[in-house]
Structure formats: C-alpha cells, structure tokens
C-alpha cells in the first residue's frame, strides 16, 4: 500500500518553479530519503504535502485517497506530521506543555496534564525516546528538543513523519540516535519520508531514494542497489570528487602572526587565552578543535569584532591588535588592510536577509568608488558587479535583486564567498565556510578556497568537520581551551592523533 | 515586518482601510447612528469643497511629517514614541525665532523652520545618543522627554513668551508666517500653508536618503541586522544617532508648520495633540516607505478632519471614527487581510479539485 502519493506537482515561485511536475510514491512503512542540493526544492515539495503551501497544480493521495491538503490542522488530521528544521517550541515551557500546544485535551474544562505527562512518557518509552516529559525545553538539548518535536507528531497521531533535514543541527553521537529512533518509528508501523543531502545517513537507514534536482525527479532508486558516488551524481547532474585536488603547498612570507593573544568574552572569562598562530602566504591552516574552544572569538578578535585583551596581531608585519578607529571602525581598517572573511554564521554576520543580493555583495565596499560617488550609491556599478559575481560563482537566483532570505542555503554561501574572494584579500579568514551545504556546493566552494591559495594568498580555516580541516588543510594546528596546543600535518597524522589532541591531550614537546 | 512582502502591502493596507470602514459602520448602526449618511457626511465634508479640500491637507501636513520621522526611525530599528515631544519643542523654538527675531519675510519663515527643525532633531539626540552609547531602550527615554517637553513649553509660554500669565503667546510675525495668499485664496481661504510643499518634499528626501546614499544604505543595514552592518564595518552607534537627529529633524518641520503655517502662535497645552503618535499609525499603514506614508496620512486627515463635520451634518460623534482608524490599525498590525487571502486562495484550489 501507498502511503503518499503526489501526482505531477508544479508549484512556482516569481522567477523559479521550485517544483516541476514531481511524482512522488511512498509505500508504508518505509524510510524514503529524498535528496537534492540546496535549492533543489525538496522543502517546498514537502511544505505541500504538510498543507503550508498550496501546489499550482499536481494531486495528492494519503493511503489511496485523494485529498486536498489546506494546512497543518488538516495535515494533521490525515496522520501527517512534520519535524521542521528550525524546532518550534516554546523555551520557558516543559516538554509536556510544548507537546499539547494547539492539541489541549480537557476534562470538563480543565487541561488534563497529568493524563497528557503519562501519555507522553508510554510514547517516549515505545519509540526508545527517552525525553522527560517535565523537562524545560530551555534546559535540553538540541537533540532532544528535537526529539520532543517529534512526540509532538506521535501525540497528534502521525503515521507518516517528514524530517526537513533533521541531521544539520545534530552532533555525530546524535545523529546516529536519530537514526536507530527512525528505524523504531517504521518497526512500529510508522512511514518516513526524510530529506537529506547527506549520502552517508541515505545508505545507512533508507529504503528507497527519489532525487530531485533544479526542481524535478531525477530518478527513484532502492538504497540496496546504488552507492554514495551514483547518488552524489544524480543529485549534482555530474561527477562530484570527494577528494580536493590540490598540489602541495608553497607557503612565503608570514601574512598572519598572532602573538600571545587574550580575548575575555562578556563575564570576563579569557576564551582565547595566550595564543599564537602563524599563516603564510600559499598555504592553508586548518584551526581544529571542538566547538566552544575559542574558535569564534579568535576570529572575530583578528576580524576586529571582538576587543583584544593582551597580545600582538600582525597583518603583512604590521601590528593592527591596536589599530585606532579614527576612520571607520577597527573591523573596516582591517577589512582595508586585506582581510576577507566569511563568517560561521551566514545570517546573523554575512548578510543583512532583507537587502537584495546586489546590496549584499557590495557589503564591504559600498562606500568606495566605482560603488559610490561623493555621498551617493551607484545602482548600476553595484547591480553590473552583482551580476558579475553571480555568473562567476553560480549564485543562482532570479534576479541581482532578489532578497537573500530567498535563496537557498548553498546559494546564500555561494554569495558571500564570491563577495569575499573577489576582492582578492592576502588572508582569507573561512569559518565553517561549507556548513549546511550539500556536496556539490562543498566542492564548487572547497575549489575555490583552493584556488585562493594558489594564487599565493594566506587561508585561515575553521571547521568542527574533521573531514573537512584534514583534506583541504596544508597545515594543522589544534585549539584547545583557548590555545594552540599542537601543530601536525594532515597527510601523515590520523583522525585518533587529532581527535586525541582535541580533547586536550598536548603532544609531546619537541615535535 | 520581515513577513510583509513587498507585493502584498499595498493590498494589505487597502483590505485593512476596507475592513476598518465596515467595523466602523457596524459600531455606528450599534450606536443608532445610520453609517451611510455618516460616511457621506464624513467625506463631503472634507473632499468636495475648496475650504474642507485646504483644511483636510493642513490637517495631513503634520501626519505625513510624523509618520515620515517615526518611518525613518523604524528603518534603522528604533521606534520614536517622541516625535510629540520634539513636535512641541520644535513649535516652541520656531514660534520664539517667529516673535523674537526681526527679519525680511520669507528668510524669516525659512530661519523659523530650520530652527524648529534643528530642535526637534536636538531632543531626539538624548533617546539616541542612550541607545547608542548606553543600550537603554529609547522608547522608555522618548517618553519621559515627551512629557518633560510639554510642561517646560507650557512654564516657558506662562512664565516668559506671554504678558501677564495669558493662556496663549502673542501671535507670530507676519515674516516668519508660512501662509501664502495665492494658497489661501485657491482654498477659500483655508488654513492651508506651505507646510505641505515641505512634508511631500521631505518625502522625496527621505525616499532619496534611504535609497539612493551611502548613509541610506547604513541606515536601513543597521536596521535589518546590526550584526552584520558591524561585519561591514558599519559605525553601528552613530548611524542610531543619525536616524534619530533625522527622525527628530522631520518631527520638528511638523511642529514647525503647526506654529507657523496653522496657528500662528501657542498655547498652554493640558494633554498631547496626538499628531505624534497618529504617525506611528501612519507610518505603519505606510509600510515605512515615503509614498505610503503620503497616502496613509491623507487617510487620516480626512478622517480626522471629516469627523468634525460629520458632526454637523450627521450628528455622529467624531470618536466614532477612532473607532475606524483604531480597526484598520488593527488589521494591519495582525496582517488579517494576509490570512484572509490565504484562506481565500485555499478555498478557491478545494473548490476546483
Ligand atoms: N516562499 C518562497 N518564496 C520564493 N521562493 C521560494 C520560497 N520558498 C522557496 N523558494 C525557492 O524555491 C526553491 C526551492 O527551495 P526549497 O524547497 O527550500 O529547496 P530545498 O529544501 O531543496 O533546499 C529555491 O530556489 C528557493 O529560493
Ligand atoms: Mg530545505
């Protein structure tokens, strides 16, 4: 039996039709992937489906019946429950509360919340969840939060759940919970449909996968009979390396020198704490670490972001720790000293949502000629450069006008790197540059990171992807409560030496 | 805001004004009062003659202007409750320059504005500058300089611009007067002024500032995402400073053209005038932008003025259409008319499959 079916689905948006005529069927009681790069449509497709949007035209069937889907409650009622990428929960709530939002069972009058505690802990119990039913949402984690995201479905009675990328905000340990409590949910009848760029999560627990690309199906193929490199090609529409390809390294002069560095966060804490650090021009340090161990700040002290407690930054042998904002701020003086930088966290410092991509890729040099003239902006300097950017980075979008927020992760990414490599800086300063993206974007994006160095620039790269520091990396250096504790070299160490390192154990000295 | 797509504001604003008419209808015919003889009453007696067509723009003059500078304001993320405030110091300093100052005529009336202007921005620096500098929350000290502005004008009108303790000041100098004869003869003799060559000027230039320089483009980067103007290398504080001097500066040529244009001089006031905060309402019907804010705030003063004569003519009380401007204010803040659509537009696709 068929679970869902959706029959020749088009929904446009102005400028794109994020879904082309998709046939989608989903048998009961599988875990159906689908898989596409960013953008390719899958959210959309499955905001149809959960009656967010309305399709342009197509037909749905839930268990073989026809149906019109007009929103969540609706959804709802048909046993269609969705896990959202961004939870939606209520922070100083419990657990319990969360869960009964919009679904409050009385008993003459009154909210019954003992019966709902008890009926929260048989699902958590039955499905191997273990959420506690009292907790704060504020006081778990993210993976549980999510976890109680998905009781809120099983409380409402889904039998089949959508996951929008439910793998992006989770930890390695996590992940795999999530996926043995999936494999729980369809033991238990449950169907899933769960979207994904992530090949590795695709073969370990799906049963079948539909592809999508630019908007229509590439192709539907059992899990059992395909690999990671096949599914990677179709979802791409060419052959994707895995591995970067770049020829050894030719470091020169020092670009960045970092000397005994303290940055004190708000309380005064030193997060980064006497720490020193050295990139050359043509070469790439990887900064690895687990996440909290001063990445950030470290960052943003070089970036002009954060204030400098104690220590010496060098850029190109001149001291910019101190640099006096008698011009522009600190942040613009090095900007201007030749610094690009990408941030961790695209929206909240890489792009302001609202601006149009024209305004955003001329964030960091708005006020220099040809992009203004005396107190004015030139419009048609910034949409022809826009417009360049766009070409040679393959942001794709509608137009140069088009706001940020609409465009898809990838494409979001594809537009600041563009901005920042463009202006051509001698240290490039990339913090999770590839995070969220799927692997045709990590490529385009690790390609041009590579090129970057080649042509005799300075790279600064953080990133908790292992993976990630040890194949784009010509050096390695590991940041532990605010130092450096260890330098190796990615083609002889291995993932234990580092992760050992990671968790504080230095190395001896001398090495 | 960041849910109000461009495209659909225009229909927002329209269905709420839609709406707002109807619930105001409903309340009159609940009062017993018969809606229909109140509407035409309402808009004859502020479109259809020259004298209510001067009255109804004067009364629009100081809307567009305040709900300009709460606009500007809001376009940088701060939210100006002061525009009253700076609204009464800058009637107070532009009606002193008016009376105390001895120049030709028209350079009179120009100085007298600019001053009025240049106060308002003045006491609208202090809210900014805390913001800026100390991150206190510049609604809290908007209000307190609302209220602070207020009694000094009226211990300052008693005390010092009046003879003997009279409850209003000597009239202006003809000079400084924005009235224009070719204006007041066109309308009948209306109390319309050049104050409404002004405000629609200071359309454009707020339409020109935003989006057309270089502080424009800080200004509203600021607004959207702090975070990220700071990444650009933005002087996040000063741009907060700069929009609120703007914001104050717009407020000012609001009181400027009361003073000057409408009533010639001041008197002692118990209670606000509410313009200031009738441009919150405008410039959220508006959308923010210039050109909304324009038509939003003809909409108001034609409420505003053809209330009056509903009076007369209908004898419907003109609280009565408060109801209305509070009901479309309604509907747009909680974007009814976006889920009336929605719901629309779902029905309609049940329908055809
Ligand atoms: N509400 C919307 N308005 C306009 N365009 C949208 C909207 N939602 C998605 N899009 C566009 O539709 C395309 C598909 O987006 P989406 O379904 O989110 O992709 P995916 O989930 O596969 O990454 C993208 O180009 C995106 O920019
Ligand atoms: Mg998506």
Known sequence: ?511 | MSQLNKQSTIVTALISIFLGIVVGAIAMQLAGYNAITAYQALFQGSLFQAFDLGETIRTTTPLILAGLSVAIAFRTGLFNIGVEGQMIIAQLSALIVGIKLNLPPGLHAIVAVLVGGIAGALWAFLPGFLKAVRGVHEVIICIMMNFIALYLSNVLIRNWLTESGADSTPKISPNASLRVDFLSEMFDHSRIHLGIVIALLMAFVMYYLLWRTKLGYELRAVGYNPYAAEYAGMNVKRNIIVSMLISGFFAGLAGAGEVLGTHGYIAIQSAFTGIGFDGIAVALLGANTPIGVIFSALLFGVLTYGSQNMEHMAQVPPELIRVVVAAIIFFVAANISGKLLDVVKTKRRAKES
């Open chain 1, 1 to 511: 039996m068929n679970a869902v079916e959706m029959i020749g689905i088009t929904k446009r948006f102005p400028g794109i039709v994020a879904n082309d005529n998709i046939h989608l069927t989903v048998k009961k009681g599988e875990i159906h992937a689908l898989l596409g790069e960013n953008g390719a449509g899958k959210s959309t497709l499955m905001n149809i489906l959960f009656g967010l949007y309305q399709p342009d035209e197509g037909e749905i069937r839930i268990h073989e019946k026809k149906v019109t889907i007009t929103g969540p409650t609706m959804a709802n009622k048909l046993g269609i429950g969705m896990v959202h990428q961004h939870f939606m929960l209520v922070q100083p709530f419990t657990v319990t509360e969360n869960i009964i939002l919009g679904d409050e069972r009385t008993s003459s009058g009154f909210i019954d919340y003992k019966k709902a505690e008890q009926e929260i802990q048989k699902l958590s119990d039955q499905y191997g969840l273990k959420v506690n039913p009292r907790a704060k949402i504020a006081d778990i984690s993210v993976g549980m939060q999510q976890r109680v995201e998905i009781l809120k479905t099983l409380y409402r009675g889904a039998e089949i759940i959508i996951f929008d990328e439910p793998t992006a905000v989770l930890t390695p340990q996590e992940i795999d919970e999530l996926m043995a409590i999936m494999r729980n949910l369809v033991k238990e009848g449950k169907t899933i449909i769960f979207i994904t760029h992530k090949l590795k999560e695709i073969m370990s627990v799906c049963d079948r996968v539909t592809i999508i690309r630019r908007g229509k199906v590439i192709d539907t193929v059992n899990v059992a009979d395909t690999n990671e490199n096949q599914l990677a090609a179709l979802m791409v529409g060419r052959e994707v390396s895995f591995e970067v390809i770049k020829e050894e390294a030719k470091p020169t002069r020092t670009v960045l020198e970092v000397k005994n560095l303290v940055v004190e966060d708000q309380r005064g804490v030193p997060v980064v704490n006497g720490l020193d650090l050295e990139v050359r021009a043509g070469e790439i340090v990887g900064i690895a670490g687990v996440d909290g161990n001063g990445q950030s700040e470290l960052i943003e002290a070089i970036t002009g972001l954060m204030p400098i407690k104690q220590g010496k930054i060098s850029l190109n042998g001149k001291n910019v720790a101190h640099l006096k904002a008698d011009k522009g701020t600190r942040a613009r003086r090095i900007t201007e000293a030749g610094v690009g930088h990408i941030p961790e966290d695209r929206h909240k410092r890489g792009l302001v949502l609202d601006f149009g991509i024209n305004e955003n890729m001329v964030l960091q040099n708005y006020y220099q000629s040809p992009f203004s003239k005396g107190w004015t902006i030139q419009y048609d300097e910034v949409n022809k450069y826009a417009n360049r950017l766009i070409e040679e980075f393959d942001v794709r979008t509608p137009s140069h006008e088009t706001l940020a927020r609409s465009l898809s992760g990838g494409n979001q990414q594809k537009a600041i790197i563009a901005r920042e490599i463009d202006r051509n800086p001698d240290l490039l300063i990339a913090a999770q540059p590839t995070r969220g993206l799927d692997v045709g974007a990590i490529e385009f994006i690790h390609r041009r990171i590579v090129e970057h160095r080649d042509k005799g620039k300075a790279v600064l790269l953080v990133s908790f992807e292992l993976d990630e520091i040890l194949k784009l990396s010509d050096r390695i250096a590991v940041i532990y409560e605010g130092k450096i504790i260890g330098w190796v070299d990615p083609k002889t160490t291995t993932e234990e030496e580092l992760g050992l390192l990671m968790a504080g154990r230095a190395k001896k000295e001398g090495q």
